[in-house]
């Protein structure tokens, strides 16, 4: 029996020490960092939750400590910039967003480089098996700075019931999603008919898949190109959508809020992050009456916006080799696949479709259209979620800003699209 | 019932009416918050807004199995009180200088700290602590949060040591004090409101801090209040549980400021000197 | 008392008042002067883009000048700034007013009229995001039942800047009450008894009694409040992040992205230092208004 079949069988919090380097592959010597301890900067979210409910696993595997602190996402990385600015070598292994900060941090000289480290894996690793488009958004010059941890990206949630009741089909097409939404104000005025994120900085998340779809792009010809038509089209069509059937406020409107109305069943289309599907069925409201598919198609097809968390390495961490202990252990297939099992999508495609997660997946009907939704974000998702230069942060300010410009109002679309351009424009020629 | 009676009623029954009204004000959403942390998580952001509910402690339990609320509490705890008393220490003798000399730039000066963005002193001390090696530690903490409390002492008790009248201390002096024995002898004694009222200041400030435990603390010696916000994330959202580890916060200030209430409310040792 | 004594008493005495104020004073320069020295010299450098830091001397500076955000933040802190310091001032006066007549109340009780500013601040402005939100909150629910039309509060350009000067007067004017109530507690009783023989109103009392009494207070009050109120930050940036658009965006929260969020450490230091000097601004205004309003 393999290692690999063995583990099938067993169940999985109570593992037998006897298995434990089996299934990490025997091969390795896993012990070479016994006594050492490591201190891992983890931002509060499921994510490094479900991964350290495995903690005791790694401290027996290796014999090493693992150090956690645990902030929210701001606070983490206020830590982050004191600590990395003083070229402290208080932290071995973080949590970074690639699609966000990854530019910036590899400039600054903040990630190790990883890609030597990938051939020193347990031979079950299986390298080859991570999703290579996360793998290839963790990229930077050539370096690999950071190994995905899980996949995730806005999907659209809505309302069976309430489609059936106003007779409106799911919404293949943009223009579906827009009719649909006409459709559901005049049918049901207590129903918000649809919902995303309106919050200035929130703003990229969720426009940059709609953006793509309509065929769009940020960047032409290394100047902002928002006021190409596909630009302009895509900064029309998100802000008419929450301007026109969105809910009053909308213009403060993230994930909480999001969620919130949802999950209280005032709004019938979502579009939101895929990670929000525990909090969306928190107290078991929206279970039965909720759909899940990746944003309609545009003129382009469908290009979903699909991120990942990444483990990464500090530049100035003093005992490098031990942290990819700690991160080749998060990151194996065994490791993520009981990660996935608590609700985590995998990174690797091969353990979304092992038997056991399946079994977990086919328990409830919106896991399996959740998975399914996410199965298509891991093969035609893109990582670019605002604009692909070192100043990715600053730039989703713009995008924001010109997406408020309209819900409120305030500018014309030429106008909106004119005046971001020409900040981008700035924040692209910065060196 | 002659004018002064009718008027004096008049009188009570108008400040009891803003009484009343202030009240609602002010407690409604601390109600609110307190309400919410007995509900389940869903139900807090509900609509329209649960008034009747099945009351459960769930949050509270969700609250001490994933976090180590108590030690956090302790370590809190340490660290306030830790500040608290060294505001007061430097800070009464400090005030009394200021208020006697009349020159206020010592007063000015160790308001500074609390002029710049809190964000300015992150990377400055966590170089700083770090070259003796004590980040992670309570001093570090201790010291970062007197900084906080030390200006609030000295300027809340700077108009109590000025409404004390000169020929207290000039008799006092005739007598043979020395500036010190005055102070503590003679002005403590009168200002006892003012010390009251900014330890409550002092300490609800430091408890409530979070920005520079941030930094310089560590997970074994982070506060309570640091820990508040990781009920709040993308997928992680835990309004119940917020709420629940809110009232638990708030409840250690609101304690103490009820203790203290005896040397506030009184006032009278200044009455019988001054009278 | 021979002339040589007495000014040998007087040595003494400046000595030992200096000795009093001296750990205040050593333990704040010991805590500032390297985060000053150290802030004045990264706002001399350049992190931006590449992460490299290099040596740009006054262009941080210059780039403030011309910087359109640190000019409409300017205007944003001043006016949120002005509006919750008017409120809460003239609210917590009468606040403590009406708790310092209150003698019966209970120290409990008098305590949860204090308690908004016990709350964190990162859970109050979590709760009033709820309370406030437009589709989900019950400030709307409430207006609405009673037959009045709902509001866009922390969602709407113009109105984000009162709403939050509201939500910041509910949770500091009992701060600033508590403080005036300090005051209040140690002004002579006798002074009361003067007036009250002279048959004086209650308004007229107030007015040339108690008010002037209280001003060294209220002015004491106004400082401490400044100092917090033209650095604001906690509320907005939990409930707005300087939205919609930038019409919240104080120059704290602008500073604070700019160095956190967008990494820019040395831009961020200059409006730092700059937000600091405006501070330093305000509270020495009001340091001449408490020397001329002492009594």
């Known amino acids: 029996m393999t290692a690999k079949t063995l583990m099938a069988h067993v169940a999985i919090p109570i593992l037998a020490a006897a298995t434990l380097s089996q299934a990490h592959g025997a091969d390795f010597n896993w012990k070479k960092f016994q006594g050492k301890t490591i201190t891992f900067l983890a931002n509060s979210n499921p994510i490094s939750q479900a991964l350290l409910t495995q903690k005791a696993d790694f401290e027996k595997l290796t014999g090493m400590t693992l150090k956690v602190d645990t902030y929210q996402e701001q606070q983490m990385r206020q830590r982050l910039v004191t600590v990395m600015n003083a070229h402290s070598d208080e932290v071995d292994v973080f949590m970074t967003l690639p699609s966000r900060e990854g530019e910036q941090f590899a400039a600054a000289g903040w990630y190790a480089d990883l890609t030597p480290m990938t051939k020193n894996v347990a031979g079950n690793y299986d390298f080859a098996g991570l999703s290579q488009a996360l793998l290839k958004a963790g990229t930077f010059n050539g370096k690999l700075t950071s190994m995905p941890m899980n996949i995730e990206g806005p999907i659209l949630y809505y309302r069976t019931d309430i489609l059936k009741k106003c007779g409106v089909e799911v919404p293949k097409t943009i223009k579906d999603v827009q009719a649909a939404a006409k459709k559901l104000k005049a049918c049901d005025s207590s129903i918000t008919p649809f919902v995303s994120r309106g919050l200035k900085p929130a703003v990229a998340y969720t426009f940059s898949n709609m953006l793509h779809n309509i065929g769009g792009s940020y960047m032409a010809n290394g100047k902002s190109n928002l006021c190409s038509p596909k630009g302009k089209e895509a900064l029309e069509t998100y802000s008419g959508l929450l301007r026109d059937y969105g809910p009053p406020g909308v213009v403060n409107y993230s994930f909480p809020q999001i969620s919130a109305l949802y999950r209280s069943g005032r709004s019938a289309l979502s579009f939101e992050s895929s990670n929000e599907l525990r909090t969306v069925m928190d107290g078991g409201a929206r279970l039965k009456d909720t759909g899940l598919a990746p944003f309609p198609a545009g003129e382009a097809g469908q290009v979903p916006t699909a991120i990942g968390w990444g483990l990464t390495i500090s530049a100035h961490s003093k005992q490098q080799e031990a942290a990819w202990y700690f991160v080749q252990w998060a990151t194996s297939p065994e490791i993520q696949k009981r990660m996935a099992l608590q609700g985590i999508a995998p990174p690797r495609p091969a353990v979304a479709k092992d038997p056991e997660y399946r079994k977990w997946i086919d328990e409830a009907p919106v896991r399996k259209e959740w998975q399914a939704a996410l199965d298509v974000l891991a093969t035609k998702g893109s990582s670019e979620v605002g604009y692909p230069i070192v100043a990715n942060p600053q730039s989703r300010e713009f995008i924001g800003q010109a997406v408020q410009d309209l819900i409120l109002k305030q500018k014309t679309v030429d106008q909106a699209c004119a005046d971001a351009d020409k900040a981008l424009d700035a924040l692209i020629a910065q060196k | 019932m002659s004018d002064a009676q009718t008027t004096d009623r008049w009188i009570r029954w108008l400040n009891t009416l803003q009484l009343v009204v202030a009240g609602i004000i002010i407690l409604t959403p601390t109600a609110w918050m307190v309400m919410s942390s007995f509900k389940p998580s869903f139900e807090v952001t509900a609509y329209p807004p649960t008034v009747i509910f099945s009351p459960t402690i769930q949050n509270y339990i969700e609250l001490t199995k994933t976090t180590p609320f108590f030690n956090y509490a302790i370590n809190s705890l340490i660290v306030t009180v830790g500040s608290t008393s060294l505001g007061l220490l430097f800070g009464i003798p400090a005030a009394f200088a200021v208020s006697w000399t009349r020159i206020s730039w010592p007063a000015i000066l160790t308001l500074a700290a609390r002029m710049a963005p809190g964000t300015l002193f992150l990377l400055p001390w966590y170089v700083m602590f770090r070259q003796v090696d004590l980040i992670g530690s309570y001093t570090a903490l201790i010291l970062s949060h007197a900084v906080i409390t030390l200006p609030i002492v000295i300027w809340v008790l700077l108009p109590s040591f000025d409404s004390i009248p000169r020929s207290v201390f000039e008799a006092a002096q005739v007598d043979g004090c020395s500036v010190t024995r005055i102070l503590w002898r003679i002005a403590i004694p009168l200002v006892g409101s003012g010390i009251a009222v900014s330890a409550i200041l002092a300490f609800v400030f430091s408890w409530n801090y979070f920005l520079f435990a941030l930094v310089l603390s560590n997970g074994d010696t982070k506060t309570l209040i640091a820990a508040a916000f990781n009920f709040v994330g993308e997928g992680s959202t835990q309004w119940g549980a917020l709420m629940a580890a809110a009232t638990l916060i708030a409840l250690p200030p609101l304690l103490l400021a009820t203790l203290v209430q005896r040397w506030l409310v009184a006032g009278l040792t200044l009455g019988a000197v001054k009278g | ?295």
């Open chain 3, 1 to 295: 008392m021979s002339q040589a004594t007495a000014t040998l008493t007087q040595d003494r005495q400046r000595l030992e008042l200096s000795a009093l104020s001296a750990p205040a004073v050593i333990f704040t320069v010991g805590m500032i002067a390297f985060p000053v020295v150290y802030t004045v010299w990264l706002g001399f450098q350049s992190f931006s883009s590449t992460g490299k830091q290099s040596f740009v001397g006054l262009a941080n500076y210059s780039k403030l000048l011309t910087d359109y955000e640190f000019w409409h933040g300017l205007w944003v802190t001043i006016a949120l700034y002005v509006l919750s310091l008017v409120l809460q001032l003239v609210l917590g006066v009468w606040l403590a007013l009406v708790l310092f007549h209150a003698k019966r109340l209970h120290g409990l009780v008098r305590s949860l009229f204090i308690s908004p500013f016990m709350m964190p601040p990162v859970v109050a402005g979590m709760m009033w995001l709820v309370i406030l939100d437009p589709s989900l909150g019950a400030a709307n629910y409430i207006l609405q039942s009673i037959g009045l039309p709902p509001s866009d509060w922390l969602a709407s350009p113009t109105l984000v800047i009162p709403t939050i000067a509201l939500v910041d007067t509910w949770q500091w004017t009992p701060y600033v009450a508590l403080i005036v109530l300090g005051g209040l507690q140690s002004l002579p009783p006798s002074v009361y008894e003067a007036a009250q023989i002279d048959g004086a109103s209650p308004l007229k009392t107030f007015q040339r009694i108690t008010l002037p009494l209280l001003l060294p207070t209220i002015v004491t009050a106004a400082i401490l409040r400044s100092v917090d109120l033209l650095r604001f930050f906690d509320i907005i940036y939990i409930t707005t992040q300087g939205g919609p658009g930038n019409a919240s965006n104080t120059l704290n929260i602008y500073g604070f992205r700019v160095g956190f969020e967008f990494f820019n450490i040395g831009y961020a230091s200059a409006l730092m230092l700059t937000l600091t000097a405006i501070v330093f601004g305000a509270v020495l205004a009001f340091n001449r208004l408490r020397g001329a309003v002492a009594w």
